[in-house]
């Protein structure tokens, strides 16, 4: 087994460079300390983007805006994404302006519990970048508004880690998170209807398939 850090630096120099204003919204995004898709899955959703090709996607979980704008760049869909985060949506909304994606992305405000009933529009693309324990309560709306076919991108179902360790050794304020994200992993990989597989990238990644 090679080493892992060896290797994504051998990786890393494979890959062209970004757009100037992806590696600039990126570089701002890490050093103010917001979380956002690593750069072993970007790679991997920017082959599902290229495989799919996707007309519509829905996120969950704006923060800056960095995966809607990375979503605009390398495909043609238009992308609705939700954040309940208001302080970050001004930042967002900004980072959408200066990409030139602003027309290509609605950003809807709240709570993705209240907001994804009231939407009737169905997705190609679903990714799932939001408070980990939720992913469970999210599951029947988004399998609502997923076409047929449609591919369902749970981030950082790895949790920093935590999946693997029995709860005991979880911090204590972790642990509903941990239970909830085994069900969800459960959930998606077990039900009928869905194709699941978990990808080692980042913190990893389930790629989920609605039959």
């Known amino acids: 087994m090679p080493d892992e850090d060896r290797l994504r630096i051998y990786l890393d ?4 460079a970004q757009p100037a204003y992806l ?18 899955t970007q790679r991997t959703l920017r082959t599902l983007l290229a495989m799919k090709k996707p007309e519509k996607i829905l996120e969950i979980g704006t ?9 605009c760049t390398y495909s043609e869909a238009r992308v609705v994404t939700i954040e309940n985060d208001r302080g970050r949506i001004p930042t967002a909304r900004r980072n959408f302006q200066t990409a030139g994606f602003a027309e290509r992305i609605r950003l809807l405000e709240g709570n993705a519990e209240e907001v994804l009933p009231g ?9 799932l970048d939001a408070a980990k324990g939720q992913y469970l309560y999210y599951l029947p709306e988004l399998l609502r508004l997923l076409e047929p076919g449609g591919l369902l991108l749970s981030d950082n179902v790895f949790i920093g880690g935590d999946l693997l360790e029995s709860s005991y050794f979880v911090e204590r304020r972790f642990r509903t998170i941990h239970r909830r994200m085994r069900e969800y992993l ?3 990989i077990r ?3 869905l194709v699941t597989t978990v990808l080692p990238v980042g913190d990893g990644l389930a790629v ?4």
């Open 63 to 71: 923060a800056v805006g960095f995966s809607s704008v990375f979503f």
């Open 191 to 193: 039900r009928e209807g």
């Open 186 to 188: 459960r959930e998606i």
């Open 23 to 40: 590696e600039s919204l990126e570089s701002e995004a890490l050093s103010g300390g917001v979380p956002i898709i690593r750069k072993d």
């Open 208 to 211: 989920t398939v609605k039959q």
């Open 13 to 16: 120099t494979l890959y062209e």
């Open 119 to 127: 939407l009737t529009d169905s997705f190609d693309l679903v990714f």
